[in-house]
């Protein structure tokens, strides 16, 4: 299968090249980084071919992978010689995570897009918390893998270049094109993926946190601190620490109660928290982005972050270790980081913001420690330019592109405090934001973050009194990306964007929170004077270890495993459903770079499922992309509702609209005008498929318009 050979050569190219260039990375630091490293680079080389060859034949994508292999290969055949098998040694603590990592990560992505094996047909599936985000990516993806999109529009919005992060998409595309279905296109690098960011986080935080613990004589002192302490943050990364958990018992009269297997364990299925969003019980302060279901909604947020983690770690390593940063290793960090951007636009900004500020602190650190300052800042700056410059010249191209220009609004402005006014419960909710001179405006936001943070925020305190000035210089650029989120705003979706920025932020802070958890289990044994009498040091630890740290942790992940339960207990809804009669008929018959007139407002719409573009599709995510969703809605009524044929094609050819559909989806939507039988009666109709609740019919506008061609012109 095509699709296999792509994957597994795209991931063998960048592992060994990645252990070429990051030779002094541990082992798993390597085959994490080496994967994601394939995919971003694979990918843009497989677009940039089928972009380039779209004018010429039909199978450019096919072309694209085909190339794309062509390149892994050739980098095989220039990188092995130079690997040794002992370059891929694993300890067995290691070999273990790994496994479980991918155990784990395979089961979550399964949880959320699968095949059905009980539905006739073995449909696809989806679960329906994620229901709605899996219109936009696959969607997405079969515009390149059954349509033409090239160059490429928003398959939402067609006509017009598009203004959203699509690079994910469109790899999931290019596997569906080789072979894989739907299901195994997303899941597949999405359980790798995933397995890679805990890979990668783990090794994060041991790198951190390794030289604590262990030279203590304490005999009681723990060993191996940065692995446990890594893996406390895996474990953070899995969960969330919200007091989402307390409306869980508020649901039922006793703690016995709740805690019978049948509620949790076999009929719990709902996220506890919504924020920031209503679903009948008014908006949530605690947000659902803290949850797995960002992530099984954004496999592209996955695989973005998965990058980010790894150049942090490519970075992190040599200035914690007071060396200079190759230019080899800065430059292909910053080259795969300047890549990213197609991945997820806001991700690689709050990455920015977190990276820029590490490199500034260390180098101003650093040259503060020799007698010539601005000589020695000049050379780390010049060290750093080889990660800078590939990172932003690959970068703002795509910026531009997918901002539709230099000159769009609406991307950045200045929006203070995040979500913290967006429930009416807040003082600030009227105010439509923090006023920062206001007092009650900080208990506002003191509120908001201590329901969703819970007692990580006393442990990141802890962690600054305990660690040395080298985590705190890490540690202010990781605060830097939250200042930078409750101050600015990217994109028009405050809610559905932004949670990116503090995604990022509360993975770089879980070493942090790890190491202050562990470090409270490692409490030292000697006595302790308190209130001048002294208490046996044992029975601090003893304290510490068997009361204060479970209760700690159990605070810390009760939320995020009640959030498992809702993953398991999920019920599915099928995708394709009672439109696949029309996406094979569509993909049969039309062709694929063709755009539709439909009803908008509807996440699942045929010719998207097909591959093809419609002209306004579901509106909330045409105008949280930037476009003109209003225009477009009035015209869809006209055109519609036309009074004659004359009007009726002088609009559909002026919009360069392919085909009308008329189905039960336009019969029903309510939302304009519909004179079907001027349709029935005056347009040529290419093809009728039946389908559950009717007929859905596909009106040819070339065809039946071809008299008013010269009008459209005119017009």
């Not at 002209?615 to 004659?644: K, N």
Request: charged share 15%; aromatic share 12%; net charge negative.
């Amino acid at each position: 299968m095509l699709a296999a050979v792509y994957l597994l050569s795209l991931a063998l190219a960048g592992i060994a090249a990645v252990t070429v260039l990051l030779p002094n990375a541990p082992v798993m630091v390597r085959l994490a980084g080496g994967f994601i490293a394939g995919i971003v680079i694979a990918a843009w080389v497989t677009y940039v071919v089928a972009l380039g060859l779209s004018p010429l034949t039909d199978e450019s994508l096919l072309v694209g992978i085909i190339v794309s292999i062509v390149v892994s290969v050739a980098v095989l055949v220039a990188v092995v010689p130079r690997l040794r098998i002992a370059d891929f040694r694993l300890r067995p603590l290691e070999i273990a995570l790994i496994g479980l990592a991918l155990i784990f990560s395979f089961w979550l992505m399964d949880q959320r897009l699968s095949v059905s094996d009980d539905a006739p047909g073995n449909p696809v599936v989806v679960s329906a918390n994620t229901w709605g985000d899996t219109a936009l990516h696959v969607s997405l993806a079969r515009s390149f893998s059954q349509g033409d999109n090239y160059p490429t529009e928003y398959p939402f919005f067609a006509n017009e270049p598009i203004r959203y992060h699509f690079g994910f998409d469109f790899f999931a595309g290019a596997l569906e094109k080789g072979g894989f279905n739907v299901p195994m296109a997303f899941n597949l690098p999405g359980a790798l993926g995933f397995a890679a960011m805990m890979m990668l986080l783990f090794a994060l935080a041991r790198l951190l946190f390794a030289g604590y613990g262990g030279g203590t004589k304490d005999p009681g002192s723990l060993r191996n601190f940065g692995v446990w302490t890594g893996l406390v943050a895996v474990v953070l990364l899995l969960t969330n620490s919200s007091f989402a958990f307390v409306r869980y018992f508020e649901q039922f009269d006793s703690v016995g109660e709740a805690l019978k297997p049948a509620h949790w364990f076999e009929e719990h299925s709902t996220y506890l928290a919504v924020g920031p969003y209503d679903v009948g019980r008014g908006v949530d302060i605690i947000t659902i982005f803290n949850t797995p279901n960002v992530y099984l909604t954004q496999t592209h947020l996955i695989i973005a972050m998965a990058l980010v983690l790894f150049v942090a770690f490519g970075l992190v390593q040599p200035l914690r270790e007071g060396v200079s940063i190759a230019r080899g290793r800065g430059a292909l960090l910053g080259v795969l980081f300047g890549l990213s951007f197609w991945l997820n636009g806001v991700l690689y900004v709050s990455a920015g913001v977190f990276f820029g500020v590490l490199l500034v602190v260390f180098a101003v650190t650093a040259a503060a420690r020799h007698d010539d300052f601005a000589r020695q800042l000049w050379v780390k700056t010049k060290e750093a330019a080889w990660f800078i410059v590939p990172g932003l010249a690959l970068a703002i191209p795509q910026a531009i592109w997918l901002n539709g220009g230099i000159g769009t609004e609406g991307n950045v402005q200045t929006q203070i405090g995040y979500l913290v006014c967006s429930s009416p419960d807040a003082s600030c909710w009227s105010n439509g934001g923090m006023d920062v001179l206001n007092a009650g405006h900080w208990w506002d936001f003191a509120e908001y973050w201590w329901l969703n943070l819970g007692l990580a925020i006393p442990l990141m305190v802890l962690a600054m009194i305990w660690g040395s000035n080298s985590d705190r210089k890490i540690f202010l650029a990781v605060m830097a990306v939250f200042v930078f989120g409750s101050t600015f705003q990217l994109s028009r979706d405050l809610g559905g964007h932004n949670h990116k920025i503090f995604n990022l932020w509360e993975n770089l802070a879980n070493p942090f929170v790890a190491f202050a958890l562990v470090g409270l289990w490692n409490v030292s044994a000697q006595r302790v004077q308190l209130l001048g009498a002294t208490i046996d040091g044992r029975v601090v630890r003893n304290v510490a270890r068997f009361v204060v740290v479970p209760l700690v942790f159990l605070f810390l992940v009760l939320s995020g495993l009640l959030d498992f339960m809702t993953i398991k207990n999920d019920f599915k809804v099928e995708v394709f459903g009672n439109k696949q009669p029309a996406v094979e008929w569509i993909d049969e018959n039309l062709p694929r770079d063709a755009v539709f007139l439909t009803a908008w407002g509807e996440l699942f719409i045929a010719p998207n499922l097909a591959g093809r573009g419609v002209y306004l599709g579901y509106d909330p995510w045409v105008a949280s992309a930037g476009y003109d969703a209003e225009t477009r809605r009035q015209r869809t009524a006209e055109m519609y509702g036309a009074p004659d044929k004359a009007t009726a094609c002088r609009l559909l050819l002026q919009e360069e609209i392919d085909y009308v559909q008329i189905g039960p989806q336009e019969r029903s939507s309510g939302r304009f005008p519909l004179d079907a039988a001027l349709f029935e009666r005056d347009f040529i109709a290419a093809g009728s498929v039946e389908q559950a609740g009717g007929f859905v019919t596909y009106y040819d506008v070339a065809a039946s318009c071809g008299d008013s061609v010269s009008i459209a012109a005119a017009g």
